[in-house]
């Protein structure tokens, strides 16, 4: 990958594992600098530290909670005072915590909507400014096939991840006569958990990759990384409001697949 991005700043939260570190690695491969935000400081750390020995580019960590505005808030402002600017913003960071729908609470579902939809919110509102005296911003906000193809046992998440992509449409209307762009990756990659839960599942894999017309779990780095990466660039300057499919085919006709869930 050659330093298209040099001179840029990025931020990405959930960075220190699966997507959110294979984001961070591309773009570091690219030549961004880049603040890496994590819940857990030591993958932070750990990542940052990877970042400056392998692709000689500023990497900062910060230990933070997402669902916490304030927090979000502090983490743009240290992003701009460490590195000067801040052209990338990714918003990787999210989970969720399978169960059946009626056995949802109104805490799990706000639970859901902090983790993965206002932290998003709150770092977008608080990067506006920025970007918008730059004249130039790229936001990054990573969706879920979940939300899509309506998976059953996650609706908090899904119905999050479905106004994150309203939300990333929405200020892709509002915020493109400022040089903005603002786009959704949708990604079937492989995190750890999720190799461990099928290298003793192998049966679960096999009917999943069935179902994937290129025939293989994605990979963080060599697969959503790129498609980052040039969601980041120049080249992508009129491309905003959109929501790339980075699942090796899975959406087009939807992966059947569900977690197990207790009655």
């Not at 919110?121 to 990054?140: D, N, S």
């Not at 190799?195 to 999943?208: L, Q, S």
């Amino acid at each position: 990958m050659d330093r298209q991005l040099s001179g840029h700043a990025a931020l990405v939260t959930g960075a220190g594992q699966g997507v959110g570190q294979g984001i961070a690695r591309a773009l570091a491969a690219a030549g961004a600098d880049i603040v890496l935000a994590q819940r857990r400081i030591e993958e932070a750390e750990r990542e940052a530290a990877y970042l400056r020995e392998t692709h000689g580019v500023r990497a900062f960590a910060h230990g933070v909670d997402v669902t916490d505005a304030a927090a979000v808030d502090a983490l743009v402002t240290a992003t701009v005072e460490q590195l000067g600017r801040l052209d990338i913003l990714v918003n990787n960071a999210g989970g969720s915590f399978p169960k059946r729908l009626e056995n949802h609470t109104d805490a799990d579902m706000a639970g859901s909507l902090d983790l993965n939809y206002w932290s998003a919110f709150w770092a977008m509102r608080a990067a506006f400014p920025v970007m918008k005296a730059q004249k130039h911003g790229r936001i990054i906000n990573i969706g879920s096939l979940n939300g899509v193809n309506a998976h059953m046992f996650t609706v908090a998440y899904n119905a999050s991840k479905e106004a994150l992509r309203a939300l990333t449409r929405t200020a892709a209307a509002e915020w493109g006569p400022f040089g903005i762009t603002c786009n959704v990756i949708c990604p079937s990659a492989l995190s750890p958990q999720a190799k461990d839960y099928f290298d003793t599942n192998p049966e679960m894999a096999a009917a999943i990759l069935s179902q994937v017309p290129v025939g293989r779990f994605g990979d963080a780095t060599q697969d959503v990384g790129p498609v980052a990466v040039f969601l980041a660039s120049a080249g992508s300057s009129y491309m905003t409001g959109n929501t790339l499919y980075v699942d090796g085919g899975g959406h087009i006709n939807g992966v059947a697949w569900r977690p197990e869930v207790e009655d």
